[in-house]
């Protein structure tokens, strides 16, 4: 059994990892949050220590660390804003522990060089969670890419609208030097799910950024990609509204959807079961991703010619 902290526990993602961290048979023994809303622990954890001040909960980390082997934290999560991410990663591995990281792993892929530093440093691992690469649905897609291996690149539309209310730009989520803007903070799993299916990234073009949605074109080696991202209802399909659908999301491969819209409550669980068993995905993976996000928030937008998302005619 092996002991894990939590950094990030009031958090909209925290319960998926407890749930995953109970589902594979650990334990969480200490939380972290400056917020204390957080009574969903005791549906987990009621046991863990929490703590709202960071000074505290670093000094009960390495007390634990210092007190004897079999009583150390081997894991810690990090749930935390999307810019907090490098430097509670940097915490994680100091502390002699591994981490396991919410997406987006990092805001720029520069801050991947220097995590690959503190790994040698310490010996310790970050595994981040990607959990469309565990996702059955896009596995067979992969594989379907690779054993067809065509001449002529697919042609790929990705939507994915999911809803959020007044709060969100009062949110850090609201503030991109926090989140990264709306292409990072909701988009960069697809973005790396797309170079894990169709390989290394060619071209990037952005046709529209704002702070509730964006939108552009991707080309991977075996794909042309029309991306859209947004949080705003209003672009929601009709239909979808009416029967009180706040997200959508939608690949379309040469014409033809592909279903994943099931199983996404279970991947992080899934994904913790890889990271166990040392098959987690590491800091050159996100590489791809951090990059895209990163050329994305610092383009300006092209006209509109040539490939763009349908939703863009609008």
């Known amino acids: 059994m092996k002991n894990f902290a939590l950094i990030g526990a009031a958090g909209y993602i925290a319960p998926r990892h407890m749930q995953a961290i109970k589902a594979t048979g650990h334990r969480l023994v200490a939380a972290y949050d400056p917020n204390d809303s957080v009574g969903i622990i005791d549906s987990h954890f009621p046991e863990a220590d929490f703590f709202t001040e960071y000074e505290r909960f670093d000094r009960h980390v390495d007390k634990m660390r210092r007190a004897n082997h079999g009583n150390r934290i081997n894991y810690v999560s990090i749930c935390s804003p999307n810019y907090l991410h490098d430097s509670h990663m940097r915490f994680a591995l100091r502390s002699d522990a591994d981490a396991i990281c919410e997406k987006p792993l990092v805001l720029n892929p520069w801050n991947i060089d220097g995590l690959q530093e503190i790994e040698r440093d310490t010996g310790r691992k970050v595994n981040t969670i990607l959990q469309l690469r ?38 850090w989520k609201g503030d991109q030097k926090k989140s990264g803007g709306i292409a990072t903070n909701i988009g960069v799993h697809f973005f790396d799910m797309l170079h894990f299916i169709f390989g290394a990234l060619q071209d990037n073009v952005v046709h529209l950024a704002s702070d509730t949605k964006a939108a552009g074109y991707l080309e991977y080696e075996h794909a042309r990609v029309r991306w859209f991202l947004s949080v705003d209802v209003d672009d929601v399909p009709g239909s979808a509204r009416e029967a009180g659908q706040r997200t959508y999301r939608s690949i379309t491969v040469d014409g033809e959807e592909i279903e994943f819209s099931g199983g996404f ?50």
């Open 134 to 171: 565990v996702h059955p649905a896009i596995v067979e897609l992969r594989e379907k890419v690779q054993r067809e291996a065509k001449h002529t690149k697919y042609e790929v539309d990705l939507t994915y609208i999911t809803s959020r209310g007044n709060w969100y730009l009062q949110s």
């Open 265 to 314: 409550t279970d991947l992080h669980t899934r994904s913790y079961e890889e990271i166990l068993a040392g098959r987690g995905f590491g800091l050159e993976e996100n590489r791809t991703a951090i990059a895209t996000v990163a050329a994305i928030r610092g383009a300006t937008p092209a006209t509109l010619a040539g490939d763009y998302h349908p939703l863009l005619r609008k």
